[in-house]
């Protein structure tokens, strides 16, 4: 990530003499204490370039500029986070490092959807994300057959990448000897990609609303 800021803030804020120092402080979720930097000049001081270190999945909401200031001989000039300048400089992180959109699920498929109990249904998932990636595939089904005024039976499970890309995933759902018998449909798909974006997909959607299987 670089940052260009011109000098020219500091003369809007009553300076006529350009920048010696100009250094700040940035802070993300994904980083557990402040990361400062150094800005250096162009030959003619009209422009100062940054480099702070923004890792590509931060998470976009918590990004802040907790610091900006520049010395001028001997007196230090700070930027208030509601600055203009400050403001830019945040725009810049979030369209420049950030993943601001959550994963897309494509397609869920049952190798069966026939199944004895004790048993385990095996599916397959697949789901892409723009920019850092999926971290994780996790849902549930929900039994169909029951009865008013009564909690509907759950099964849950997680999925495991099936490739190196992340772009399929390997599921299996457990079920129980005991486990009711009749059509247990699946409610919703749950994707995370390393920026903590989410996404819950649910019957409402079409890549989950047929996807069912049956206890006999």
């Not at 000098?7 to 402040?34: C, F, H, L, Y």
């Not at 990361?35 to 999945?57: G, K, L, Y």
């Not at 700070?78 to 979030?94: F, G, H, M, N, T």
């Not at 995370?192 to 997909?201: F, I, R, V």
Request: net charge negative; glycine share 4%; charged share 25%.
């Amino acid at each position: 990530m670089c940052l260009v800021i011109s000098s020219a803030a500091a003369r809007e804020r009553g300076s006529e003499r350009a920048a010696i120092t100009v250094t700040g402080v940035m802070i993300t979720s994904s980083q557990s204490a402040p990361a400062a930097f150094t800005c250096h000049s162009s030959e003619s001081e009209a422009q100062w370039t940054c480099e702070p270190v923004i890792f590509p999945d931060a998470d976009c909401d918590k990004i802040r500029l907790e610091q900006l200031e520049w010395q001028e001989d001997d007196r230090v000039r700070s930027l208030r986070a509601d600055e203009p300048v400050v403001a830019k400089i945040r725009d810049a992180l979030l369209k420049d490092r950030c993943d601001v959109h959550p994963p897309v699920l494509h397609e869920v498929l049952l190798a069966a959807t026939r199944i004895s109990t004790p048993g385990t249904v095996k599916m397959s998932l697949r789901a892409t994300d723009d920019d850092s990636g999926v971290a994780s595939v996790s849902g549930h089904f929900q039994y169909q057959n029951y009865g008013n005024g009564t909690f509907a039976p759950r099964l849950y499970f997680s999925c495991k990448p099936a490739d190196v890309a992340g772009m399929n995933w390997s599921c299996e759902v457990a079920i129980p000897f005991r486990a009711a018998k009749g059509v247990w449909q699946l409610q919703a798909v749950q994707l995370l990609d390393k920026a903590n974006n989410l996404k819950l997909y649910t019957t409402k959607d079409p890549q989950v609303a047929d996807v069912s299987f049956t206890v006999q």
